[in-house]
T-cell receptor
Framework: AQTVTQSQPEMSVQEAETVTLSCTYDTSESDYYLFWYKQPPSRQMILVIRQEAYKQQNATENRFSVNFQKAAKSFSLKISDSQLGDAAMYFCAYRDALDSNYQLIWGAGTKLIIKP | KAGVTQTPRYLIKTRGQQVTLSCSPISGHRSVSWYQQTPGQGLQFLFEYFSETQRNKGNFPGRFSGRQFSNSRSEMNVSTLELGDSALYLC?????????????FGPGTRLLVL
């Protein structure tokens, strides 16, 4: 069964600096999707970025980028120029591309604290 | 476009009761998924509906059930509530039932079982 591991329960960063959140996953599949979701105190889960496993190019969305290492099964999220509004729980999630079961498999989350 | 809405936002029930939660997807979205979020177990998939049919189911007991209506709105029901059912229940919708589809989440329903 696929698993997702986020080894950092909590991270803190100074405002305007860069922080990297780690995520590793385990799968025997070659085609899949990886996601980073953000859950602020309001509890609404918001998609930050998505990566397709068959694409070698790392996904980027404004200040958010990923470092996708398929062989190492690693999918880290880099947040540049951190802002107070980035404070939230960040969840890494995995989904098979070919299996008919499209459920998201989630990591335990990393709480990101932004220091002003 | 309005986002995913969930009602009610907060709910307090006692053990043994049953509860029904509602989810209205984004207009045009036909797939609805439900997740349970607890501090101990994290986020766990409950089930997914598409075109009024349950397509996938997570590893939850039969007390957890759901359905989807012709307008894509979905409800989930939990019967014979247990203390461990206290959680945030998240609903997510997507345009189609496909792995590359982005799921958009609602604000959740926080259920407290006393």
């Amino acid at each position: 069964a696929q698993t997702v591991t986020q080894s950092q329960p909590e991270m803190s960063v100074q405002e305007a600096e860069t922080v990297t959140l780690s995520c590793t996953y385990d799968t025997s599949e070659s085609d899949y999707y990886l996601f980073w979701y953000k859950q602020p105190p309001s509890r609404q889960m918001i998609l930050v970025i998505r990566q397709e496993a068959y694409k070698q190019q790392n996904a980027t969305e404004n200040r958010f980028s990923v470092n996708f290492q398929k062989a190492a099964k690693s999918f880290s999220l880099k947040i540049s120029d951190s802002q107070l509004g980035d404070a939230a729980m960040y969840f890494c999630a995995y989904r098979d591309a070919l299996d008919s079961n499209y459920q998201l498999i989630w990591g335990a989350g990393t709480k990101l604290i932004i220091k002003p | 476009k309005a986002g995913v809405t969930q009602t009610p936002r907060y709910l307090i029930k006692t053990r043994g009761q049953q509860v029904t939660l509602s989810c209205s997807p984004i207009s045009g979205h036909r797939s609805v998924s439900w997740y349970q979020q607890t501090p101990g177990q994290g986020l766990q998939f409950l089930f997914e509906y598409f075109s009024e049919t349950q397509r996938n189911k997570g590893n939850f007991p039969g007390r957890f059930s759901g359905r989807q209506f012709s307008n894509s709105r979905s409800e989930m029901n939990v019967s014979t509530l247990e203390l461990g059912d206290s959680a945030l229940y998240l609903c997510a919708s997507s345009l189609r039932l496909a792995p590359r589809e982005t799921q958009y989440f609602g604000p959740g329903t926080r259920l407290l079982v006393l």
